[in-house]
């Protein structure tokens, strides 16, 4: 049975409440006949009309964020420091410049291979330190699950990259995982160039996610 995918409505919608609830689900990603999957702890708004922390902000269009202008569920993936990939799922409607960036995950379905990529070892290698610092940052949690600035712009649904509200029943998933959520709210990080709009409270994560 194939993970339950969130609808292409579940992101035509304010993009602050995407990123809420986005937390809990999971994110998938298939490279060939590889599958992984991680259950998303840490979310990040963003929304151009009136966002300095935005790519797209004030609706500047260039070939970078041409991307975020895209139906809603288009993943946008860019790079930061020039070397390491960041994911987002873009919200509301096409032509509205708006995403959630992913910022943390937990390992759930194919951690063998996200080890490899991540740390070039085995999963029963990893040390405490390792384990801890795994998929806690977006330009981590991309790294494992090989998401390159080749996802740009898959769009909703594509079996290469998607959100999904449940794993195939097979896949033994923890007990917290059917747990209410408690969910922390704050400012998003790195983000002091955008002036006053960096105190907009727009990160949530799950405690066991608290960076």
């Given at each position: 049975?194939?993970?339950?995918?969130?609808?292409?409505?579940?992101?035509?919608?304010?993009?602050?409440?995407?990123?809420?609830?986005?937390?809990?689900?999971?994110?998938?990603?298939?490279v060939?006949?590889?599958?992984?999957?991680?259950?998303?702890?840490?979310t990040?708004?963003?929304?151009?009309?009136?966002?300095?922390?935005?790519?797209?902000?004030?609706?500047?269009?260039t070939?970078?964020?041409?991307?975020?202008?895209?139906?809603?569920?288009?993943?946008?993936?860019?790079?930061?420091?020039?070397?390491?990939?960041?994911?987002?799922?873009?919200?509301?409607?096409?032509?509205?410049?708006?995403?959630?960036?992913?910022?943390?995950?937990?390992?759930?379905?194919?951690?063998?291979?996200?080890?490899?990529?991540?740390?070039?070892?085995?999963?029963?290698?990893?040390?405490?330190?390792?384990?801890?610092?795994?998929?806690?940052?977006?330009?981590?949690?991309?790294?494992?699950?090989?998401?390159?600035?080749?996802?740009?712009?898959?769009?909703?649904?594509?079996?290469?990259?998607?959100?999904?509200?449940?794993?195939?029943?097979?896949?033994?998933?923890?007990?917290?995982?059917?747990?209410?959520?408690?969910?922390?709210?704050?400012?998003?990080?790195?983000?002091?160039?955008?002036g006053?709009?960096?105190?907009?409270?727009?990160?949530?994560?799950?405690?066991?996610?608290?960076?």
């Open positions: 049975m194939a993970p339950t995918l969130l609808p292409e409505a579940f992101y035509n919608r304010d993009t602050v409440a995407v990123a809420r609830d986005l937390l809990g689900k999971y994110l998938v990603r298939r060939g006949d590889l599958e992984m999957a991680g259950r998303i702890t840490e990040e708004a963003y929304i151009g009309r009136m966002d300095r922390a935005c790519h797209a902000y004030n609706y500047r269009r070939a970078r964020t041409e991307t975020l202008f895209a139906p809603p569920g288009t993943a946008y993936v860019y790079l930061i420091y020039g070397m390491y990939c960041c994911l987002n799922l873009v919200t509301e409607a096409e032509g509205e410049p708006a995403a959630v960036l992913i910022r943390g995950l937990e390992p759930r379905m194919g951690v063998e291979q996200m080890a490899r990529n991540r740390y070039a070892c085995s999963a029963d290698d990893l040390t405490k330190a390792q384990w801890r610092n795994f998929l806690n940052g977006p330009g981590k949690l991309c790294k494992a699950m090989d998401i390159t600035r080749a996802c740009n712009g898959l769009p909703w649904g594509s079996p290469e990259l998607a959100a999904c509200d449940a794993l195939p029943e097979d896949v033994p998933v923890p007990a917290e995982d059917a747990a209410p959520l408690e969910i922390h709210v704050g400012t998003r990080i790195g983000v002091d160039y955008a006053e709009d960096a105190k907009l409270p727009w990160r949530f994560w799950l405690s066991d996610g608290d960076p």
